[in-house]
């Protein structure tokens, strides 16, 4: 997941963190003094974000040399080491934050979206995300949540039609909404329609629409709704769907239902890094 825009956020990360310096490792060891390091799981997690994190030390100083020991999306119980940094120990300590704030997000995101993926296993039903992401985040975040297990929604507005409650209510009608969508969108976007209610349902598998976003239903609601659309269209689930509750909506019929917790709501992972002197014998 190493693109521009990830150097972009690495850099500014460092900038955040180190832009003026690292006075307290500078102060405590000179250029010459070398360490190792390692930073493992304190937690059972899914890990993710470490070519992201060996990016941040390499950034920091070239020198610095990371071994991956595990892969993204890899299952890494309590105790378990994920990567080896050796090098210029001042360096690897000013490294050391930010590179453990890319693993932590990502691997709580991997983490929650694995839940959430084992949770429907065997219903049919995927778990994809949404665009609630942390701003400039959002490639990262949705590379961790495919890490988990789960799926990715469109990434960006323009990737297909989306036509929800306001976009209704200022063009006057869900139809009337559809038809000026189908004019203008590229001839390959597909168009889902948000509905609340079966009378929307009906309108929107009238007006054509490819993908029908339940929204906010109950589940008896959506079994009418997936009864009412017959297979006309894709059906996706979403709004006030949680964990404890996934079971219930993912129905024969029901195509994926979208989670922003997956994003919002995942907590850090817990993984630390430990540092040994480089004449000691690291045993992890």
Request: charged share 25%; hydrophobic share 45%.
């Amino acid at each position: 997941m190493i693109t521009p825009r990830t150097d972009h956020l690495i850099d500014l990360a460092l900038d955040e963190d180190a832009g003026l310096g690292d006075v307290t490792s500078r102060a405590i060891f000179p250029p010459q003094h070398t360490s190792r390091a390692f930073i493992e799981a304190k937690q059972d997690l899914v890990v993710c974000g470490l070519d992201v994190a060996a990016r941040v030390f390499a950034r920091v100083d070239p020198a610095l040399k990371v071994t991956l020991i595990a892969r993204d999306g890899e299952r890494v119980k309590k105790g378990g080491a994920v990567l080896r940094i050796v090098g210029p120990t001042a360096a690897l300590l000013t490294a050391e934050r930010t590179a453990l704030n890319f693993i932590q997000r990502l691997s709580g995101v991997a983490t929650l979206s694995r839940k959430f993926a084992a949770a429907v296993d065997g219903t049919g039903t995927r778990i994809v995300d949404t665009r609630k992401t942390t701003p400039g985040w959002r490639a990262l975040e949705k590379y961790a949540v495919r890490c988990g297990g789960c799926v990715n929604h469109r990434s960006s507005l323009g990737e297909h039609v989306l036509i929800k409650d306001n976009h209704i209510a200022a063009a006057g009608s869900l139809t009337k909404a559809v038809k000026l969508c189908r004019a203008a969108a590229p001839h390959s976007a597909k168009i889902e329609v948000e509905a609340t209610t079966l009378a929307e349902v009906k309108e929107a598998v009238r007006a054509g629409a490819e993908v029908i976003l339940l929204d906010n239903m109950s589940p008896a609601l959506v079994r009418s709704a997936v009864a009412m659309i017959a297979g006309a269209a894709v059906i996706e689930v979403s709004g006030g769907v949680r964990y404890e509750t996934l079971r219930d909506y993912a129905l024969p019929g029901v195509d994926v239902i979208s989670v922003g917790a997956l994003t919002h709501s995942a907590p850090a992972a817990d993984l630390s890094l430990t540092l040994l002197p480089a004449r000691s014998r690291a045993t992890k």
